[in-house]
């Protein structure tokens, strides 16, 4: 009876015990939860970029030689056993399919699976890997402005394309990408490296989804409808789809550096991080024009190895200013050193 009545006796600092129990399962659900939803967004993302770079290699490969009346074009593959061939309408088919397959939910679904990673990463402990270290703001604060940046982004994209500067695509894609290593020097200012390198990804993967969401989809639901109705479709809207589809695919390349920039402290930890994204960033580019274009001409094939030359540059500039100290061990006075007294 007496040890039965010791057990249920209070132990000091046994009130602590719980919540630290309670805090060590919760950094452990944590910890799974960001594995989930990080594999998510990798699983979806693959097959979004997968399907963009396959789309713009069939464009870039068809027969246009003698193709069939409508047909603007078309090819032969082979892959996994079996032989396919392609065909590519000029407008539509005499008779709209049943099932016609839309790529859209892999755009969303990567958008949706990034937003839930910034909030289990970033959003849910902001001071923790969010923002800067002896940063002025506040969690909520910093939580807003990298939401917010999202938006603005995309409204600041939208209005540009809907500008005249939509009909000169090489002076609009110059003025995004200074925009965009803005919003990056910006970041870097508030954020950590992590934080700030991620919220430009977040911001050219919410361009990307966007231009899915409101621009490509509701111009391919148009085209279907007016064929339905035996209408003459509006050819500005798949003229708009085509420009918001390339910014799609010139932004693939550097996003994914951005999406694996974490593992990689030379880069984000820098003083001057953000303009070695910029770099990464026009190189990963300039490798994606290459392949964009070779199918015309090998004229942009320089961009390979000034790519190559580019990123051997940045790792030397990001290299440490000097070797570590060597450290001298001097023994004590009066230790043993090879068995003889110091």
């Known amino acids: 009876m007496r040890r039965a009545l010791l057990c249920r006796e209070p132990v000091a600092g046994s009130?602590?015990?719980?919540?630290?129990?309670?805090k060590t399962v919760l950094a452990h659900m944590m910890e799974w939860l960001n594995l989930g939803v990080r594999w998510i967004h990798m699983i979806v993302g693959v097959a979004w970029i997968g399907a963009s770079f396959y789309f713009v290699?069939?464009?870039?490969?068809?027969?246009?030689?003698?193709?069939?009346?409508g047909l603007s074009g078309d090819l032969w593959a082979i892959h996994g056993g079996g032989i396919y061939h392609l065909e590519k309408y000029k407008l539509a088919p005499p008779t709209m399919p049943e099932n016609l397959h839309w790529f859209k939910w892999e755009a969303y679904s990567t958008w949706l699976s990034g937003v839930a990673l910034l909030c289990v990463v970033f959003y849910a402990n902001p001071t923790l890997y969010l923002l800067a270290p002896g940063s002025s703001l506040s969690g909520a604060e910093g939580v807003h402005i990298g939401l917010g940046s999202l938006f603005v982004g995309w409204f600041i994209y939208s209005f540009l394309c809907d500008s005249p500067l939509g009909k000169r695509p090489a002076l609009l894609g110059?003025?995004?990408f200074l925009l965009l290593v803005a919003a990056a020097y910006g970041f870097s200012k508030v954020f950590s490296g992590r934080g700030a390198y991620l919220h430009v990804g977040a911001i050219m993967g919410t361009i990307m989804v966007g231009n899915v969401f409101r621009i490509i989809m509701p111009a391919q639901r148009a085209l279907v409808a007016a064929i339905a109705e035996n209408r003459t479709p509006d050819p500005s809207l798949p003229a708009k789809g085509l420009l918001r589809s390339r910014h799609n695919n010139y932004f693939t390349l550097p996003v994914l550096f951005i999406m694996i920039s974490n593992h990689f402290p030379s880069t984000y930890g820098s003083e001057y991080n953000w303009l070695i994204l910029a770099g990464i960033a026009l190189l990963a580019v300039l490798v994606r024009h290459y392949f964009n274009t070779r199918h015309d001409s090998h004229r942009f094939a320089w961009t390979l190895p000034v790519a190559a030359l580019g990123m051997l540059c940045l790792a030397y500039v990001t290299g440490p200013a000097q070797p570590p100290a060597k450290i001298v061990y001097q023994p004590l006075p009066g230790t043993a050193v090879g068995g003889h007294r110091a």
């Open 15 to 22: 009130r602590s015990q719980p919540t630290g129990r309670v």
């Open 57 to 69: 290699w069939l464009e870039n490969n068809l027969n246009r030689s003698n193709p069939r009346e």
């Open 174 to 176: 110059l003025i995004l």
